[in-house]
């Protein structure tokens, strides 16, 4: 996940990346034992910019969620 990049809450962005498919850029990484992952390639990361901007101009952001500048 990408938080960082993006400046935007690690839960959220999860929450975000479930509805997201590969032919979105996201895909899921499994490692031995442990749940999977999402990882997303560049057009991921920009489905996953105007999902955000979707989601904000629907008002449907978390308050904790930081504003564009």
């Known amino acids: 996940m990408s ?3 993006l ?3 690690e839960d959220w962005l999860f929450e975000l990346s479930t509805d997201m498919f590969p032919e979105d ?3 899921w990484v499994y490692g031995v034992g442990e749940d999977g992952v999402p990882a997303f390639t560049k057009d991921g ?3 996953l910019r105007q999902i955000i901007a979707d989601e ?4 449907r952001a ?3 969620s ?3 500048e």
């Open 3 to 5: 938080p960082n990049l």
């Open 7 to 9: 400046d935007e809450d």
């Open 25 to 27: 850029g996201c895909l």
């Open 62 to 64: 978390p308050a904790s």
């Open 56 to 59: 904000r101009a629907a008002d």
């Open 66 to 68: 930081t504003a564009p």
């Open 45 to 47: 990361i920009e489905n």
